[in-house]
């Protein structure tokens, strides 16, 4: 408990007086989860769509490698994105090794899976009255997939909040391919290991706890967003679904 | 809406806005239709009936082109629209909800407010129409229901069995509203009953779907009252049949009295209390008939004289 104490004052501290290092450090979490996420919702929520709602071969097949991905071990991602990004590598090209970009792109394939199974389970739970009525009445495939959408929102929220969450808190894959550079790759979760492997459990458990904050924050925003969505409303007017 | 406009003795009819010829559809090697033959006209409500299982919502798939036909062929002029048998909604308003539909049928957003205003007062929702639609009762989200696929005006219009899962009171309701706004001169319109009082307040004509085949088509006098077959009589509600020489007479409860100066004679086999008295099944030469008599009504076991006041009558060989 006295470790937990000091690390919280510490935490007050660091707040308080930084000199723009933990401001950097969260600034790279925050970039790092943010675009990983919207990365993992653009092409994750389609993809969610299409194995809830569509009838194709395979489907079942998509559907049980989507679950599979929620198992995936962000070390094996983080190297395998690593080894890609290797100059010389297929992706080498792109020079994202050891950089932020890098870091997105490992953290968008662990969010992907996420987003994209919890979509297919929120989707397929709609009413199927609904998207049969819907058609009925001359809907496109693209109107009933929207419809879907906006009434498994809270659902696909709650994916979207979860994507966040590993994406801010990972550290495996962050450490394999941003190379945890103090100053620029560094993230709030990366920056509790080396503080830890260096014996500074005062600073470790501050940073943690500023971690946890971000967390507590982003995510009850995001709550907040998904709670609105729940009534027979016309929802949040952030929110809002307007046929076309 | 105004009242069919009827074409002159002699003229030729218009093209059906709906025609269905030889429909076959099949569920593995069972075939769920069989030649089905079927003209919609434009100001025409045809009801349908048909017992669980004959077809009718195979028949409305196949038209909408969500079940895939084995055979014949489905001309539409115009476009189709179809209410399903569960009034399911989305998660808004009563208004937004019918408003969606109309965004669906492609209706430009400046009309659709208009329109969907009046379909709900057409139906008498439009005092709910800022409600949350999945807290209406069962009879108001069928009228929001109905409202929502009549404010598309389709050129074809099915509906699927518009008053199922509805109380009574609130069926009788529905009923005669609906009666009230569903002829539309532009518009063709089929819905699938199961009462007979339902096909007599909506149709101007009655298909009989038995397993898979159209077994009658009609005015409802004609079919409803002189039905074209012994299959076809049952399932309309001749229930009673009494075998007379090579003839069988078809009789419903309505047409069979109790009366002591009747010519037929029966025992009573069974006595099971009704809303309006007790419903009497007689054994009697040559058959089974019932009746409906007032409380408390004779014993089981025994004899009474009866008369029977109409009915139909088909050869004993007739399907």
């Given at each position: ?244 | ?227 074209p077959s012994p299959a076809v009589a049952r399932f309309l509600g001749f229930s009673g049949e009494i075998a007379i020489g090579d003839e069988v007479l078809m009789l419903r409860p309505g047409q069979v009295r109790l009366d002591p100066g009747g010519d037929l004679g029966g025992e009573v086999a069974r006595k099971i209390p009704v809303e309006d008295g007790v419903r009497l099944e007689l054994a009697v030469a040559g058959g089974r008939v019932f009746a409906v008599a007032p409380s408390p009504g004779p014993a089981v076991g025994e004899r009474v004289a009866l008369r029977a006041e109409g009915g139909i009558r088909f050869p004993r060989a007739a399907p």
């Amino acid at each position: 408990m006295h470790f937990i104490w000091e690390g919280l004052q510490q935490a007050v501290h660091m707040i308080l007086h930084d000199n723009g290092e933990l401001r950097h450090i969260l600034w790279v979490t925050l970039h790092v989860g943010v675009v990983a996420t919207v990365v993992a919702a653009v092409v994750g929520i389609p993809l969610g769509l299409l194995f809830g709602l569509g009838s194709f071969r395979g489907r079942r097949i998509g559907v049980a490698l989507l679950n599979a991905g929620l198992g995936l071990p962000p070390v094996v991602v983080g190297l395998i994105v690593a080894l890609l990004l290797f100059r010389g590598a297929p992706l080498g090209g792109l020079e994202w090794i050891y950089t932020v970009e890098g870091m997105i792109l490992a953290q968008a394939i662990l969010a992907l899976p996420l987003v994209a199974a919890f979509t297919a389970t929120a989707v397929g739970a709609v009413a199927p009255a609904l998207l049969d009525q819907a058609r009925a009445l001359g809907a496109s495939r693209r109107q009933v997939y929207g419809l879907a959408l906006r009434e498994a929102r809270v659902g696909v929220l709650g994916a979207l909040i979860a994507a966040f969450g590993s994406a801010v808190s990972e550290v495996g894959a962050v450490v394999l391919v941003g190379g945890n550079i103090h100053g620029q790759t560094q993230t709030l979760a990366s920056a509790v290991l080396t503080e830890v492997a260096a014996g500074e459990y005062g600073t470790a458990i501050a940073i943690g706890i500023i971690l946890l904050g971000l967390i507590v924050v982003c995510g009850g925003m995001l709550t907040a967003i998904q709670q609105h969505g729940t009534g027979d409303d016309e929802g949040a007017p952030w929110f809002r679904w307007r046929a076309s | 809406m105004s009242a069919p406009a009827r074409p002159p003795a002699g003229a030729v009819a218009p093209a059906p806005a709906l025609a269905v010829r030889g429909l076959t559809v099949r569920r593995g090697r069972l075939e769920v239709l069989r030649g089905i033959d079927l003209e919609l006209r434009r100001g025409e409500v045809t009801v349908l009936l048909g017992p669980n299982g004959a077809g009718k919502s195979t028949l409305f798939g196949a038209v909408m082109g969500s079940i895939e036909p084995a055979g014949g062929r489905i001309e539409v002029e115009g476009r189709v629209a179809a209410a399903a048998q569960n009034a399911a909604f989305a998660r808004r308003g009563v208004r937004a909800n019918v408003e969606l539909a109309l965004a669906w049928w492609g209706v430009p957003r400046s009309e659709r407010p208009r329109r969907a205003a009046a379909a709900l007062a057409e139906l008498g929702v439009g005092g709910l129409a800022e409600r949350p639609a999945r807290v209406l009762s069962g009879g108001e989200a069928r009228r929001v229901h109905l409202a929502r696929v009549l404010a598309v005006r389709p050129d074809v219009l099915l509906l699927d069995e518009p008053f199922a899962g509805l109380d009574p009171t609130a069926r009788a309701d529905v009923l005669y509203d609906l009666a009230a706004v569903l002829r539309d001169e532009d518009r063709a319109t089929c819905v699938v009953v199961h009462d007979r009082a339902e096909a007599w307040a909506l149709a101007d004509r009655v298909l009989v779907l038995l397993a898979g085949r159209i077994a009658a088509s009609g005015p409802p006098a004609e079919v409803l009252e002189r039905p074209p077959s012994p299959a076809v009589a049952r399932f309309l509600g001749f229930s009673g049949e009494i075998a007379i020489g090579d003839e069988v007479l078809m009789l419903r409860p309505g047409q069979v009295r109790l009366d002591p100066g009747g010519d037929l004679g029966g025992e009573v086999a069974r006595k099971i209390p009704v809303e309006d008295g007790v419903r009497l099944e007689l054994a009697v030469a040559g058959g089974r008939v019932f009746a409906v008599a007032p409380s408390p009504g004779p014993a089981v076991g025994e004899r009474v004289a009866l008369r029977a006041e109409g009915g139909i009558r088909f050869p004993r060989a007739a399907p």
